[in-house]
């Protein structure tokens, strides 16, 4: 037998998560510690400054560089709006008037005697970072954000796009076998997060987007159907951030794969309640899952454990290319370490795939299927 630490998506119904909201950039955190939280409150706040324009007020009143500061009509930290007069001559014994005006508004921020522009920086974009749960505020990073903490179902996928967003949660399928489509797809599905079976396909997909559903978690997606509904092929970047009107969460891999029977019953079990979903997923270094968190006030914690074991005849899944998505069972555990095409030697598995092919692969890439 084999011992490694081999993380696998994690299903539980019952857990303390606690989530990371956190500014871009320093701000003002505007709850505190303790404060009970709704998914949309925010909960910290700060203003991104805005794009500093240049005007060519020089060129444009046709005047030498030095001559500029004499030309303005404001003075620096004033507010102007787009279209002001900030900067005029006359020539010609008053005769003939050059003018220059602001092409956005903002704040009159510089004005140099060199090149003869002003700098008028465009007002700030504020941003503000919600609960995303229904919770308790555990920490306060100060000037930063919040850790929210909050009890209830906890569902992990292996591969998500799309953004935060939140819905009710609601069966699309009585079987995790089979495929969402286009027909179970409806009106009444406005706001939902739609779940269950081995597949959703492109139709279904851009159904799901005319009626506005909120997500889709299930168990795999035909990557073509993917890139088509995306419009683009995704890299190997962090995913989440796609401009597109719902959230999709599969949990099993790519192309047909039934979801797994524990996912199942326990979405099944939450159906009518409330989720919190988001498909931001990175498969490198810092791994992110996407998620579906569904707050509860019953049920017992499970206890996680911190270490898995690696033997014979285990289920597992392969997480990376060439084999990403790919369910197998372990069929032997070399005791060393092997090279790889990258030119690393490390400790490796060989895998039974469900077709039969054996194939070897290194032991950071697999995780355990736990039902």
Same mark, same amino acid.
């Given at each position: 037998?084999?011992?490694?630490? *081999? ?10 998560? #606690? ?21 949309? *409150? ?13 005007? %060519? ?31 005029? *001559? ?59 903490? *909050?009890?209830?179902?906890? =569902? ?32 009444? +599905? ?17 159904? !799901? ?56 019953? @326990?979405? #099944? !079990?939450?159906?009518?309640?409330? !989720? ?7 498969? %490198?270094?810092?791994?992110? %899952? ?17 270490? +898995? ?17 790919? @369910? !197998?069972?372990?069929?032997? @555990? ?5 090279? =790889? ?8 598995? &060989? ?5 039969? &092919? ?14």
């Amino acid at each position: 037998m084999g011992t490694a630490y *081999t993380p696998g998506l994690k299903v539980s119904a019952f857990t303390t998560v #606690r989530k990371t909201r956190r500014l871009p950039l320093k701000g003002e955190v505007v709850v505190a510690a303790g404060q009970e939280v709704e998914p949309d *409150t925010v909960v910290a706040r700060t203003n991104v400054p805005g794009i500093l324009r240049t005007v %060519r007020a020089a060129d444009i009143l046709g005047v030498d560089a030095d001559e500029v500061p004499a030309a303005l009509l404001v003075k620096l930290g004033d507010e102007v709006e787009a279209g002001q007069l900030i900067a005029s *001559t006359r020539s010609f014994f008053g005769l003939f008037k050059s003018e220059c005006r602001s092409p956005v508004a903002g704040v009159a921020e510089l004005v140099s005697e060199t090149t003869g522009h002003v700098g008028i920086r465009e007002r700030p974009n504020p941003i503000e970072v919600t609960a995303y749960v229904r919770g308790r505020v555990a920490q306060v990073l100060e000037g930063e954000g919040v850790i929210v903490a *909050t009890q209830g179902a906890f =569902i992990q996928g292996i591969f998500g796009v799309g953004g935060e967003r939140r819905g009710t949660i609601r069966m699309a399928v009585s079987d995790p076998n089979q495929p969402i489509t286009e027909m179970d797809i409806r009106s009444e +599905h406005a706001g939902v997060v739609l779940c269950g079976g081995c597949c959703v396909r492109g139709a279904a997909l851009r159904r !799901a987007a005319e009626v506005g559903v909120a997500g889709i978690v299930v168990g795999a997606v035909v990557d073509q159907d993917l890139v088509d509904f995306l419009g683009y092929d995704i890299g190997v970047a962090i995913t989440g951030h796609e401009g597109i009107p719902l959230t999709l969460i599969i949990t099993e891999g790519f192309g047909a794969i039934r979801m797994a029977q524990r996912t199942f019953d @326990l979405l #099944r !079990a939450l159906e009518g309640q409330q !989720a919190s979903i988001n498909g931001a997923t990175q498969i %490198r270094a810092g791994v992110i %899952r996407p998620e579906v968190i569904v707050p509860r006030v019953d049920g017992e914690p499970e206890q996680d454990g911190e270490r +898995h074991d690696l033997e014979s005849g285990v289920p597992i899944r392969i997480i990376r290319e060439p084999y990403f998505g790919r @369910l !197998a069972t372990v069929a032997a @555990l070399p005791s060393e370490p092997q090279p =790889i095409p990258t030119g690393a030697s490390v400790r490796v598995l &060989e895998a039974q795939l469900a077709s039969g &092919e054996r194939v070897t692969v290194p032991r950071a890439n697999v995780e355990l299927i736990e039902e």
